[in-house]
């Protein structure tokens, strides 16, 4: 069975940094490409970053530059999310992706673009 086990959500005042992991399991970690992705109430789906299978190669959203960065380690199937910078507008659910066309996740695709597996989500809220 695939699964994709967000943790590290929380509440979080503005300014501060929170991070997110991401486990998997049930398929081939280390062949992978990975994405993080959120949807707040009322917007669009919006990619935030992801990163290629090795880890060589990462697409961040123009939104979350400077923010927010990735990281994977192939040995232990953990992906991660480091938030730092917080706003109030990064309110929203963040959801892990795996199986995804990277060069899509970013820009104006990024609603569009295929998703193979999805973990279940872990709710951000940035007090101001």
């Known amino acids: 069975e695939i699964r994709l086990v967000e943790s590290g959500g929380g509440l979080v005042e503005a300014g501060g940094s929170l991070r997110l992991s991401c486990l998997a399991s049930?398929?081939?970690?280390?062949?992978?490409?990975m994405a993080w992705f959120r949807q707040a109430p009322g917007k669009a789906r919006e990619g935030l970053l992801c990163?290629?299978?090795?880890?060589?190669?990462?697409w961040t959203s123009d939104s979350v530059k400077g923010r927010f960065s990735i990281s994977r380690d192939n040995a232990k199937n953990i992906f991660g999310l480091q938030m730092t910078s917080l706003r109030a507008d990064d309110t929203a659910p963040y959801y892990c992706?795996?199986?995804?066309?990277?060069?899509?996740?970013?820009?104006?695709?990024?609603?569009?673009?295929?998703?193979?597996?999805w973990g279940q989500g872990t709710q951000v809220t940035v007090s101001s």
């Open positions: 992706a795996a199986d995804v066309e990277c060069s899509a996740v970013v820009g104006p695709l990024t609603e569009h673009v295929m998703v193979g597996y």
């Open positions: 049930g398929f081939t970690f280390s062949n992978t490409d």
């Open positions: 990163v290629s299978d090795t880890g060589d190669y990462t």
